[in-house]
């Protein structure tokens, strides 16, 4: 897959560009598909999902919703076509390994690997999710597995929302400590950042703050 993984989404035109980049086509041309999972999974509430499908909306040529939760029920037949048809999937925030357990209950996190054409916009937690594990600090819901590990489809994990205003739990030393007990490369990005990962080569798309932990890459 492509990746765009954010702390908050299209926050700025260096990442709509990354975004339009990736698609290979523009934005009114390409068909998007919301997944709100993560916000059930969280403390905003029942709005957490709508607000997040409303300003998902950027002029795509249509926008569908996918909710996970629902997937075991319906045919596989019916559902994987949705998904592939799609040119991009945006992946909302909420909680991670809510959204990593339904990922792989819904058997979607079995189907991504194989959509090599998709583009996949994380929102926080959607980005998380990808990544090896998250780290003490992101584990809220517990998980049936009872540790932090996630999907794994990137080599290196996420600490978002970087220095934000309204939390101290976001802040720069917060993000050093996360990043010692990780252990592993890393990456700590704010809202106007984002990591976009294409065909194995990983850049950092940015009008704000980042800071990676480990080697050199």
């Not at 939390?167 to 030393?173: F, K, N």
């Amino acid at each position: 897959m492509r990746l765009l993984l954010t702390s908050a989404g299209i926050t700025n035109p260096a990442i709509r560009d990354a975004l339009v980049d990736l698609l290979g086509k523009p934005i009114s041309e390409s068909h998007a598909l919301c997944i709100p999972t993560a916000g059930h999974g969280s403390s905003f509430g029942p709005v957490g999902p709508w607000r997040f499908i409303r300003g998902a909306d950027l002029g795509w040529k249509s926008v569908g919703v996918l909710e996970l939760t629902a997937l075991p029920t319906i045919d596989r037949e019916r559902w994987v076509p949705w998904v592939r048809e799609a040119d991009v999937l945006l992946v909302n925030g909420g909680d991670v390994l809510y959204l990593s357990h339904w990922m792989r209950e819904s058997g979607l996190a079995d189907l991504l690997p194989s959509l090599t054409r998709t583009v996949y916009v994380g929102f926080s937690a959607g980005s998380l999710v990808l990544t090896p594990r998250i780290g003490q600090a992101f584990m809220d819901w517990t998980s049936p597995t009872g540790d932090d590990s996630t999907l794994g489809m990137v080599d290196f994990s996420i600490f978002p929302h970087l220095d934000h205003p309204d939390s101290r739990e976001y802040s720069l030393a917060a993000a050093e400590r996360w990043a010692a007990e990780i252990a592993g490369p890393a990456y700590a990005i704010d809202d106007d950042t984002a990591i976009k990962v294409n065909d194995g080569t990983v850049e950092v798309v940015s009008e704000g703050s980042w800071k990676f932990f480990g080697p050199a890459r």
